[in-house]
């Protein structure tokens, strides 16, 4: 399990959050409008231009590899690069994971760019969002866990739009959690999903806190 | 299962995919070079307007929901806006399959935009792309499937880069197909899939070719 420490202040930590934050929104809203724009060709072609204008002017500084996972000096978590979480990675829907008690829940909505069926969203990105939400569950007494297996039964398909996801441990056995979860839409659960985490054999370490529940690159 | 008519020639489909492919493949750019910047928050904060404004120009005139699933008279499908084949959505890879046989495959390069683990890809990325590629697979006869579940073993840690998924019908009985595939690095497989898929009873349409795998809104 590979964390890299970002020796900042929480006030940094603050300030980097409101300057990517939404910067990253608005790539999200560009996502959006390539999909569904309908404006003449010119008009294309030249927003290729400025978005590559745009890059080149990103790329002037950046970091050599991915963005990793960080964390700060207080033990909080930074995974701002995550697929499905990270505030800036515009892919990510972002979901905000919530600790109830033993729970995990998230709310989010989702568009255009999340469709598989038409007007509904992609079994895949059922499977990516339930994969994410119990994992967290997994982690949620802050010992991670890698994932062994998860698997997804679907009800009925997810429209898009507003959804909740929830997960949360049914059973343990030794360093084997067992983990339940569900993709709801206003009029119930669209998708069931259990999986089958464990904990690394002598995990000696402390994790960052939420959205923690990164698996080890070594099993033990 | 929805499919909406594009009643234009396959020229025009190809124009249109060299106006879009391009422009979509610039963000995927950026969405990459948001998460890997470090230039000064005052160009940052310069890119954002700028984005704001690409996005104004191109929601001048759009579509007012999501893509849908399209096809043309000759009818071959159109998944532009799809979460992981589409050509119009910055958040697909996008992954290109190949049919042969009764397989199909896929080879794609995964970059920071698709991390979970540091340096490693999302298992829900992972789950996601495996989704997609059996539910291919099980419509590799050109009948209609939905997901009835899928289960996903991680054998390791699937690292960023180039990769491949295969996908292929292992059993039939009545209107059940159970359909194997498999992600694999360089170094061999990582993660492993199984899913069950069902035909729509009484199902009479045609589906468009290729990409075609999309599940019907009501099962039968």
Redesign the interface.
Known sequence: ????LEDISDEEIARRRS??E???D??R???D???????D?D???Q??T???E??A???????D?????RYTPEFVGMP?????V?L????APPLHTRHDGDEVSAEFTL??????????V????C??????VL?EGASIDNVPC?????????L??TP?GPLTARASIVAREGRKKTVRGTLADAGGITVEAEGVFIEPRNWAGRMPRAADH????V?D
């Not at 590899?65 to 996972?69: I, L, R, T």
């Open positions: 399990m590979q964390f890299t300057v990517y939404p910067l990253t608005s790539v809203q560009l996502i409008a390539v999909i569904r724009t309908e404006v060709d008009v294309i072609t927003a290729r400025r978005i590559d745009l890059v002017d990103l790329r002037a500084e950046q970091m590899g991915p963005y990793g996972v701002w690069g995550n697929a499905v990270g800036r990675n515009a892919i568009g255009a760019a999340y469709e598989g069926p038409a007007g509904h992609h079994g895949g990105i499977a990516m969002v339930l994969d994410h994992g890698y994932t062994g297996t998860i698997s997804v039964r679907y009925r398909p898009l990164y698996r080890p690159d099993p």
